[in-house]
């Protein structure tokens, strides 16, 4: 299981920016039971 700035580094080392947007949706996905969509990610 990853921790937030596990994360974080795993994503600097790949030249990613960790913006708050993919943390965001990375805990999202992380806590998911169900694949999401695209649109769901975009609703409020």
């Known amino acids: 299981m990853f921790v937030r700035a596990e994360l974080k580094k795993q994503l600097i080392d790949a030249g990613i920016r960790p913006s708050v947007q993919r943390l ?4 999202y996905v992380k806590n998911s039971r169900m694949h999401p969509t695209a649109e769901r990610f975009m609703r409020p």
């Open 24 to 27: 965001a949706i990375y805990e």
